[in-house]
């Protein structure tokens, strides 16, 4: 039991189309940040949310928002998709408003395939 | 920027071999240092941590890893691999005033029975 869970679990989306992905985070956990792995790659960094707001970004275009709930749940949203836009994506959450010291805590991922 | 460098991308062992595999990083100042794994058809995992003290950490399934400061280094090791230790491994660090943690790309380990 993974704790973190995400949906769906695979998608196909063809170039130009929109999507959007859903995580509902690990019991009291309240940050929940997003992850894309491409193949043959490690984790990078999308963006973090916390207390309903964006926190941090990574190198991603705006192509990429996000948004967070009040029960702490979150989505992924990508507009506009490119092949390039192909990948495993991961949500992570984390309790205590994220601390240098906190441990990651993963979700199986949202195969994405954009053709 | 912080950046992780794994670079053994692939290995392959025997069962009852030793382990060892490389992270280096970037950043100087103080850092966190996670190792994870992701198991077949499983989500990540933490594997272990180093926060502070004791440079020598021991973690889940006979794991270690040693942070060696002046090397920016914190390497994995297991004395002896097990078939069902298959999986990939992921360093990251947290550090450089961000708790956002870099990964990085991994190391696919495959143990032969």
């Known amino acids: 039991d993974a704790g973190v869970t995400q949906s769906p679990t695979h998608l196909i989306k063809t170039r130009g189309q929109q999507v959007t992905l859903r995580c509902s985070p690990k019991?009291?956990?309240?940050?929940v940040s997003w992850y894309q792995q491409a193949l043959g790659q490690g984790p990078q960094f999308i963006f973090q949310y916390y207390e309903e707001e964006e926190r941090q970004r990574g190198n991603f275009p705006d192509r990429f928002s996000g948004h967070q709930f009040p029960n702490y749940s979150s989505e992924l949203n990508v507009n506009a998709l490119l092949l390039g836009d192909s990948a495993l994506y991961l949500c992570?959450?984390?309790?205590?408003?994220?601390?240098?010291?906190?441990?990651?805590?993963f979700g199986n991922g949202t195969r994405l395939t954009v053709t | 920027a912080q950046s992780v460098s794994q670079h053994n991308h692939h290995v392959i062992l025997s069962e009852a071999a030793s382990l060892e595999l490389g992270c280096n990083y970037s950043y100087g100042g103080t850092v966190n240092l996670f190792w994870y794994v992701q198991y077949p058809g499983q989500h990540l995992q933490l594997l272990l941590k180093?926060?502070?003290?004791?440079?020598l950490v021991k973690g889940i399934k006979g794991f270690e890893a040693e942070f060696i400061k002046s090397k920016f280094s914190f390497n994995l090791r297991k004395p002896s691999v097990q078939w069902s230790d298959t999986a990939e491994y992921f360093c990251a660090v947290r550090g450089g005033g961000s708790y956002i943690p870099t990964f990085g790309r991994g190391t696919s380990l495959i143990v032969h029975p």
């Open positions: 992570a959450s984390e309790g205590g408003g994220a601390t240098y010291n906190s441990p990651l805590h």
């Open positions: 180093y926060f502070s003290g004791d440079p």
């Open positions: 019991s009291g956990h309240d940050t």
